[in-house]
């Protein structure tokens, strides 16, 4: 009997492999942006008519089912006319697993007498192909007040449940000629599994509410009910009006409320909502005030919201960092990782939460990195965190080791291992274990042939050296070459700096031309001058910012000095350079200026893309990161776009972890998530320009001493 209950629980644990979190799959509950709907487009002919700008739907700010906004739809029904209103998904990386389709739901409020036609309005679904479903007819129920349209999916004729992931938006089109003018609004469209969603039994409570300059910070205890589908936020300048102001997400337990006035009371309370919307009681109300804030306030204050993402944020089993946020919860990705460890480091020097909380943190950290699927020491892009199973999220074939990612992961845990300095056996114990975790990467593994003048990012058992990307600077990825000839165990010779990541021959000259398109460059070093600014090294004009920061996290470029140029110099330099080009902004974008600039890789409103200040590799979007993460090579002006920012923007741009990834003004779009490459290195280099803290402790290594000595006597060869 025991051996058989024993086998029983074995097939359990193996069944029970944790379950992604299942989002609803929905299509609209606010615009981040005011004005028009970037997600929408309209279209009318012959004598029919739609309200649109730009030929996107314009978006309704005092009235809405949910705080802050619906979508407004005025429209005229013309004679042999036809007006027509698509909303599309938002995809958001990662956000991939989805509770079923069983309904169609949203919101609706017409606000003008329909007369006698039935047929009010025409709903079809679009498919990924451009094609529509099968149309359904939405009848005006009540006048002036808003009700749930709810449509069972089975009833939509050629509605596939098992495909609804194909579906990109939703239609509404005329479907009568009656030559009547309307007004309706729309708001909160989604797929629901149920129709009767479950009451709330939790009690909503605010445990927190902490004011800034232009904002509040709303935290309240995580509850513990999967039935809540929002949770809405109420505030009141009186004490006694509550209005509804914003609605979260229910895996977020705080919501950052930007008024856009300092030194003002307020009073705040929440409520739980459930799929049906039904709403739970209102919690207590909380007190609150804005205040004025010193420049040096404002610089702690972004690198708090950036570092929860990385504390609050985590995922459960490591405490390591997700890809984006929102997006997949079980998912760790490795280098957003080792930069949220510096994160973390500067958050407990900040007293962001103390020492004994940190190290905890480090524990459950590290107790996963012990156990997670490694190849020849190194950890692979993405990790399963309740398995520590590699994740392929990128393809098939990049299901192993990533050697790049590895190395940021590394320098996070390099600087840890300085940090925790105490000479109490939690913290020795700490840095015997990540010594351990550091001396197991193979780094010599990744040249791929005994005498190989290059690195290789990827491997895998099954899959080997298929992917076969050799690294060449000038990119991100200097760090991962420094630190594989700093291995005290594994280490690559120096000479492999020269002959891979600067290397000179035909292999390097093509690398760097394909991605570049120009031959600028393409030699490692440059030599030309941009906007007034000379370059000695980097493909281009420089690329990216993030060039600049994913390998100086912890790494002091001012203590690189090659054969070509000093680091900290370059990186200033090309920091200067994107400066530069989105003040001149060629392409004229809405915008960008001398404070908002910094071309880099993030989410866009097309698509994701690393932009550099060329004009075929400028998009239009700016991320925060790029600028605010440049503070050590250019605070002036870091400093200008972090206020411009705040003030300006924050009533779209700032959010629970800081600055959203991304805006773009010419398209009136701003990026709904937050990356995990993007919050920490704003914490970090705020830090290194603040006190050089994670520099200071990464350079103190006595690994990297040695390796920089090596490179040094390589240099002079
Ligand atoms: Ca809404």
Sequence with gaps: MRVFSFICLLLISFQLKAQEYAYPYSFFYNSLMQGHYFFSQTSASGGSFIQHISNKLPVADSLFHTPGNALQLHYKNGKGGKWQA?????????????????????????????????????LRLIKADSSFSESVSINAAKLNEWYQVLIPTGAIYNFNPDSFESIIGISLAQSNEDGKEYVVYVDDIEFLATENSPAML????????????????????????????????????????????????????????????????????????????????????????????????????????????????????????????PGRHNMIASGAS???????????????????????????????????????????????????????FFGKRDNGADLVETSFLMQGLLAARQYFSGNNDQEKRMRERITAIWEKVEWDWFKQHPDSKFLYWHWSPDQAWTINHNLIGWNETMVTYL?????PTHSIPASMYYSGWANQDSTGQKYRSAWGQTRDGSMYKNGNTYFGIKLDVGVSNGGPLFFTHYSY???????????????????QNIAKINHAYCVLNPKKYLGYGDSAWGLTASD????????????????????????????????????????????????????????????????????????GLNQAPMTVMIENYRTGLLWNLFMRNEDIQQGLLKLEAEKNK
Excluded at 268 to 288: G, M
Excluded at 483 to 487: G, H, R, V, Y
Aim: charged fraction near 20%.
């Design 338 to 392: 080792g930069f949220g460890i510096m994160a973390l480091i500067a958050g407990t020097e900040r007293k962001f939460i103390t020492r004994q909380q940190s190290i905890e943190r480090f524990e459950k950290i590290v107790h996963f990195l012990e156990r997670a699927k490694t190849f020849h020491g190194a950890y692979p892009h993405f990790m399963d965190g309740p398995t520590g199973n590699a994740e392929p």
């Design 483 to 487: 630190l594989a000839i700093a291995s």
């Design 202 to 325: 939790d009690k909503a409570v605010i445990a927190s509410a902490t004011g800034y300059a232009l904002h509040n910070d709303i935290v309240w205890n995580k509850p513990d009910n999967n039935n809540i589908h929002l949770v809405k936020i109420y505030r009141s300048e009186n004490g006694k009006d509550f209005l509804p102001v914003g609605i979260q997400q229910p895996f977020i337990n705080r919501y950052a409320d930007f008024t856009g006035e300092t030194n003002k009371q307020y009073s705040y309370k929440i409520s739980f909502l459930n799929s049906s919307y039904k709403e739970s009681a209102l919690s207590p109300a909380i007190q609150v005030a804005t205040r004025s804030m010193t420049d040096d306030e404002l610089l702690t204050m972004v690198q708090e919201a950036a570092f929860r993402y990385y504390w609050e944020g985590a995922e459960t089993n490591s405490g390591l960092a997700k890809e984006n946020i």
């Design 86 to 122: 698509n909303i599309y998904r938002q995809q958001k990386r990662g956000v991939d697993n989805f509770q079923k389709a069983k309904y169609l739901s949203f919101w609706m409020y017409v606000s003008t007498p329909r007369g006698d036609n039935i047929d009010f309005l025409q």
């Design 553 to 571: 996290l912890g790494y002091d470029p001012k203590a690189i000095t090659d054969r070509y140029t000093n680091y900290f110099t370059n990186n």
């Design 604 to 675: 866009g409103p097309f698509d994701y893309s690393a932009d550099e200040p060329v004009e075929w590799q400028d998009h239009g979007k700016i991320a925060p990161t790029g600028a605010i993460s440049s503070f050590p090579y250019t605070p002036v002006e870091s400093m200008k776009a972090l206020k411009h920012y705040y003030y300006r923007y924050g009533k779209f741009l700032w959010g629970e972890f800081g600055f959203r990834d991304a805006f773009d003004l010419t398209n009136n779009w701003c990026s709904e998530i937050y990356m």
